[in-house]
């Protein structure tokens, strides 16, 4: 059984940076992709970055060009960089893992993390 946990979620102001850790464990041969969804209050699931085992990335349209996602194969780990965070950024962000390609599609993961919460202040 496949499981994540993630780490590094916090409270930061307008415009500052955090950064997400994600450690994988399980059947972790069957999984290609990794990556982040988050999910604000009232809102649906929403897909924040995805990376290949190749380390192609994909990110959601709301975040290019302030968060950069990477992968440890090595270490079966997934890292989320984020900068210039605005208080739209604020979620639960969940890891997840997948055999295909993470897309919108949210409800079709594989496997997900417990989530962490990212509070932005203005």
């Known amino acids: 059984q496949v499981q994540l946990v993630e780490s590094g979620g916090g409270l930061v102001q307008a415009g500052g940076s955090l950064r997400l850790s994600c450690a994988g464990s399980g059947l972790l041969l069957s999984i290609s992709s990794m990556g982040w969804y988050r999910q604000a209050p009232g809102k649906q699931r929403e897909l924040v970055a995805g990376v290949s085992s190749g380390g192609m990335p994909n990110y959601g349209d709301s975040v290019k060009g302030r968060f950069t996602i990477s992968r440890d194969n090595a270490k079966n780990a997934v890292y989320l960089q984020m900068n210039s965070l605005q208080p739209e950024d604020t979620a639960v962000y969940y890891c997840?893992?997948?055999?295909?390609?993470?897309?919108?599609?949210?409800?079709?993961?594989?496997?997900w993390g417990q989530g962490t919460q990212v509070t932005v202040s203005s």
């Open positions: 997840a893992a997948d055999r295909f390609r993470l897309g919108s599609s949210w409800s079709e993961v594989d496997y």
